[in-house]
């Protein structure tokens, strides 16, 4: 059993929904409340025992690089103004795991953006992390799927419920057998509901073989030249077989504005220092 050592976070693409906002920084680096998205996907990430950590950047990559590299500057006014708590807390970001920076010079789809990824990673075993996809579970749900990678040797999707109307927006796993962690008959981008074998979206973390990238560089662009990612995963269902695992945790897509908001909401009302007086906010404007 190769063990998972390396995540690629893809953090390229365009961020249309959020436009005019993500014109001039990448929709990672948006804050919820104090830390930017990049920030939870990169704790996950060390949470489940990752080191290394492979960024698909395009446009934007500055802030991303900045962002997770010392700042001595800011460092050294925090030191001379004896803020300790928050000197430790800057410094923790530039020290949480080893980070490689890869260009997507176009945002070709996110089969593309891992793909690029293909030397970085060599012949060993591999985790993908979606940014825009925040997590709050006692396990992280990339550990959870790392661990049913540990039970079955193959390329695990981590997977979430969601309601008929919402599958049109997904990848959808048509499961071969009813179980927590379960082997996959295929998948299928965004169907319309009567068509979908299930209500189990993809949820943004996977762990795969390095046989993926095979199948990646001989998936046939689309017409708008993207590579899917979901094209390479139905052909390794079909050579070497791909599991599923239904995540468990709370989760938002805030790569939408709305799951964005809710996220907020969520932290707001978790945050130590917030979470009174926010409460009595939500309360005092839903009247
Ligand atoms: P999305 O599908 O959310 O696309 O990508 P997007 O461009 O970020 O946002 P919208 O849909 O236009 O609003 C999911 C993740 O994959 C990355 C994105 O940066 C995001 O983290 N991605 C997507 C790439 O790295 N490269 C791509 O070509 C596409």
Redesign the pocket.
């Known amino acids: 059993m190769r063990k998972v050592r390396k995540a690629v976070i893809?953090?390229?693409?365009?961020?249309?929904?959020?436009l005019p906002a993500t014109k001039a920084m990448?929709?990672?680096m948006l804050p919820i409340i104090d830390k930017p998205m990049i920030h939870y996907a990169v704790e996950e990430a060390v949470k489940a025992g990752i080191r290394d950590i492979i960024f698909?950047t395009?446009r934007g990559k500055r802030s991303l690089e900045d962002y997770f590299d010392h700042s001595y500057e800011l460092e050294d006014q925090l030191k001379k103004t004896g803020k300790k708590d928050l000197l430790k807390e800057i410094e923790d970001i530039s020290d949480m795991a080893e980070i490689v920076y890869i260009r997507?010079k176009h945002?070709?789809?996110?089969g593309?953006?891992i793909l690029r990824a293909k030397d970085v990673i060599g012949d060993e075993p591999f985790a993908v992390i979606?940014?825009?996809m925040l997590v709050d579970s006692d396990v992280p749900y990339m550990k959870q799927v790392i661990e049913a990678y540990e039970e079955t040797n193959r390329s695990v999707l981590g997977v979430k419920e969601t309601t008929p109307d919402k599958v049109s927006l997904y990848g959808i796993a048509d499961p071969a057998e009813s179980a927590d962690t379960f082997k996959l008959k295929g998948v299928v981008e965004k169907p319309a509901p009567e068509d979908a074998p299930s209500n189990l979206y993809i949820f943004?973390r996977y762990v795969f073989t390095p046989e993926l990238f095979d199948y990646l560089e001989k998936t046939k662009p689309t017409l708008g030249g993207?590579i899917m990612l979901t094209d390479a995963i139905s052909d390794l269902i079909k050579s070497e077989g791909v599991y599923g695992k239904i995540l468990e945790g709370t989760d938002f897509d805030t790569?939408d504005k709305l799951g964005y908001l809710q996220a907020m909401a969520w932290y707001g009302l978790k945050h130590n220092d917030l979470s009174e007086e926010f409460s009595k906010y939500l309360k005092e404007i839903n009247q």
Do not use: I, V
Not at 10 to 18: K, Y
Not at 107 to 110: I, N
């Open positions: 893809p953090a390229a693409g365009f961020g249309t929904r959020f990448p929709k990672e698909s395009g997507q945002a070709l789809g996110l593309h953006a979606l940014p825009d943004g993207e790569g």
